[in-house]
């Protein structure tokens, strides 16, 4: 799987699917089937549907990415059962982290001709590749048979960047997880556009932008910032569904549809105890 983010070119690759990528890949794919969207696109927009960025996992252990707490100990993501321990302020009984060797990056040549002079040239593509039963996985709060819809869809079609390359494939599964969750702030778990910056405790923000894959055309998304998963609220930050098209009024003429950003948070309730 090849996950393009902003600032990165094809030599580098993300290391997991983000909420905003995994709603416009749903929304696409539901248009291809003629289905619901505006029924999708108004249940997450009304915070009826939620859903989490993609993780990593490995049978049956579910990583989730660590708080931006100001924390000594500093780890990208951690298993279920010690992310329990850090939302909860236990950070003492956490030690290092496994080195998640079931994922890595592999560079994968190609080579390119000049269309004058033939000359050719290589380059190199990044991609994920993950051990057997490990990948990716996000959490839905909320039932929704237009996600499985289109997860079956996409299963084949596959998602990311690369998809004609045949990247981005999987198997579609199921489980339930449950959070142990209580205290006085929130950590999301997806990419969220604050509508409250006072509610910003900690957070990393990131730099979002990417395609518009319409049926009418391809085209460039204009830069959002949004605050990364792992981020922390004072309050029960919802986010916001961005809509370019009332910014960027060319849009919805060129694309054939509004245009959407989903900035919707996943919240769950994490201890600080030194809050800034």
Known sequence: ??????????????????????????????????????????????????FSSCFPFKNGTYYLPAPHLPLEKKWRFLPLDDFE??????????????KMDFMKKVEIPKVVLDRTTSNSGIYYLTALKFKENSGLYFLVDGRDGLIEIA???????GIGGKRTW???????????????EDGNCYVTLSLTYPRDLESVVYWKPLVRSGWINSRKATLRKPKVIMASEGSVFRRAEEGELVNLSIAYTDLPPLAGHEVWVNGKSFLIRTVVTDEA
């Open 85 to 98: 321990k850090v939302i909860s302020g236990n950070v003492s009984e956490v030690g290092d982290n496994d």
């Open 1 to 50: 799987m090849r996950v393009g983010e902003a600032g990165l070119g094809l030599e580098r690759t993300g290391e997991i699917l983000r909420s905003d990528t995994l709603f416009g890949a749903i929304a696409n794919a539901l248009s291809r089937l003629n289905e619901d969207v505006e029924e999708f696109v108004s249940r997450v927009r009304n915070g009826e549907l939620r």
């Open 151 to 157: 997860l079956k869809y996409l299963q084949d079609e």
């Open 166 to 180: 045949g990247l981005g494939k999987f198997e579609v599964g199921d489980d339930e997880i449950k959070i142990r």
